[in-house]
Nanobody, 122 residues
């Protein structure tokens, strides 16, 4: 199982980017999926999450500017980021709770993507 992100890049303040994260491998089901970020010199923080029934949660500073969505058929989660600010600069990581079937029975494990850089210039 792996998560592969795309869509990062460099934009000016006020610009937009859309991140995508595709899950692949021996997946029997997807639970919560989300995005985290790690600004330079800081700890990783939650940006937004979405359950498989569509309930979303956002970091206060991005609510109203970022939108998380998911396509369960495509096993993909998106993060639409509008009105970007320099303080949004970070490495963005995809996260997913994924159900897999192993000999011992179904297990739900946490997976992370490799990260994608988002840089917002003033």
């Amino acid at each position: 199982v792996q998560l592969v992100e795309s869509g990062g890049g460099s934009v000016q303040s006020g610009g937009s980017l859309r991140l995508s994260c595709v899950a692949s491998g021996a997946i029997s089901g997807l639970n919560a999926m989300g995005w985290y970020r790690q600004p330079p010199g800081k700890a990783r923080e939650l940006v937004a999450t979405a359950t498989n029934s569509g309930i979303t949660n956002y970091k206060d500073s991005v609510r109203g500017r970022f939108t998380i969505s998911r396509d369960n058929v495509k096993k993909t989660v998106y993060l639409q980021m509008n009105s970007l600010k320099p303080e949004d600069t970070a490495v963005y990581y995809c996260n997913a709770q994924i159900r897999i079937d192993i000999i011992e029975g179904p297990q739900t494990l946490e997976y992370w993507g490799q990260g994608t850089q988002v840089t917002v210039s003033a």
